[in-house]
């Protein structure tokens, strides 16, 4: 048993070290949605740059306690600039639709060819997620590789 033990906590450990070396540039990060006006509930962005040679990033966008229906998931990207004024460009990633408690769930993959004239580039980003209600991330500081 102590055995079993050891060697699950090794194993462990080894998975946590390799997804932390993912990318030593830009960590993943967890980014909250807040509701705009009175929209009810709230969400999450997770940013992960994997920076691989199929998935250079991956997305998760979760919404909790929000108006049911379906959503558009849009990310806003200032390429010139660390605090989104400027120049942007306004993509959409995901469809995301709630359950009828509000809660939903969507993720988008993209690969090194999505992130072409981005890359090596230091960028200011949010997202909004506009349906039924609307929600918003603040603004936040992107490192790409």
């Keep these: 048993m102590r055995?079993?033990?050891?060697?699950?906590?090794?194993v462990v450990a080894l998975i946590l070290a390799a997804g932390a070396a993912a990318d030593s540039v830009y960590h993943s990060t967890r980014i909250p949605l807040r509701g705009v006006g009175d929209a009810p509930g709230g969400g999450t962005v997770v940013n992960i740059h994997a920076n691989g040679p199929v998935v250079y990033a991956h997305e998760v966008y979760l919404l909790n306690h929000a108006e049911p229906g379906i959503y558009q998931v849009m990310i806003h990207i200032y390429p010139a600039s660390q605090d989104c004024t400027g120049e942007v460009l306004d993509l959409p990633t995901a469809t995301l639709e709630t359950n009828a408690d509000g809660n939903g769930r969507a993720d988008v993959k993209f690969t090194p060819t999505d992130a072409d004239g981005l890359r090596g580039l230091t960028v200011s980003a949010f997202w909004t997620v506009e349906g039924p209600a609307s929600y918003t991330t603040d603004c936040t500081v992107i490192t790409l590789d």
């Design 3 to 10: 055995l079993i033990v050891i060697a699950s906590t090794v």
